[in-house]
């Protein structure tokens, strides 16, 4: 499975978009890019995920390049309870799909 | 989405006794749960991957007589820690799959062990 490099910590204020980027420059052509985030002590909750287009939902929306190395999580609006963690995983179609974890982007909304 | 419920949300046993963490998917079928492991400020480790009605697939290092997984229906999947010691406190997550819907897992709300 590819592996994924994502930013430590990242910060935004309430009522803008945060944009959240992620690296994958060795994804394969069968992996889809998925998006978790994680609130403190809680279970990884789904977002998004996209394959080679870009893909919209009620919750963000995914942006990913045409050479597939590179993709970037958008909240268009960023509330203070989107704080949390935020994981970007390369998960192949087979293999039970298994998410390989990174330690993801801590992004922090502030008021 | 679908939902994927975790009992108990947390559990505090004494060193030495064995403690079970259930997962149920809610709304669908989950032919595939998987158990992840979560120390405080890392990321989730999969301990292993079960499939209805067959053994369970354990990860590399993570001992099967020790966690002991029973995923007996589609609905339902059972992580036991034997013999449990303080090293063992985590946060234990489940994830189930929808045969149904394709990719997406879905979690549930995590296990907060503590053996004292």
């Known amino acids: 499975d590819a592996k994924t490099t994502q930013p430590t910590s990242m910060d935004c204020a309430e009522g803008r978009a945060a944009n959240l980027p992620c690296n994958h420059s060795?994804?394969?052509?069968?992996?889809?890019v998925y998006w978790y985030r994680q609130i403190h002590s809680q279970g990884p909750q789904y977002i998004i995920h996209?394959?080679?287009?870009?893909e919209t939902n009620e919750m963000a929306s995914l942006i990913i390049t045409e050479d597939r190395k590179s993709s970037t999580l958008i909240l268009p609006h960023a509330t203070l309870r989107d704080t949390a963690v935020y994981y970007c995983i390369a998960v192949n179609a087979g293999n039970n799909r298994k998410l390989i974890w990174g330690l993801g982007t801590s992004l922090a909304v502030n008021p | 989405g679908a939902v994927v419920s975790q009992h108990p949300s947390w559990v505090i046993c004494k060193s030495g006794t064995s403690v079970k963490i259930e997962c149920r998917s809610l709304d669908f079928q989950a032919t595939t749960m998987f158990w992840y492991r979560q120390f405080p400020k890392q990321s989730l480790m999969l301990m292993a991957t079960s499939n209805e009605g067959s053994k369970a697939t354990y990860e590399q290092g993570v001992e099967k007589d020790k966690f002991l997984i029973n995923h007996a229906s589609l609905t339902l999947s059972t992580l036991t820690v034997t013999s449990a010691h303080p090293e063992d406190s985590s946060f234990y997550i489940c994830?189930?799959?929808?045969?149904?819907?394709?990719?997406?897992?879905?979690f549930g709300q995590g296990t907060r062990l503590t053996v004292v």
């Open positions: 994830s189930a799959r929808d045969r149904g819907r394709g990719t997406e897992a879905f």
């Open positions: 996209g394959l080679k287009n870009n």
């Open positions: 060795t994804i394969s052509g069968n992996e889809y």
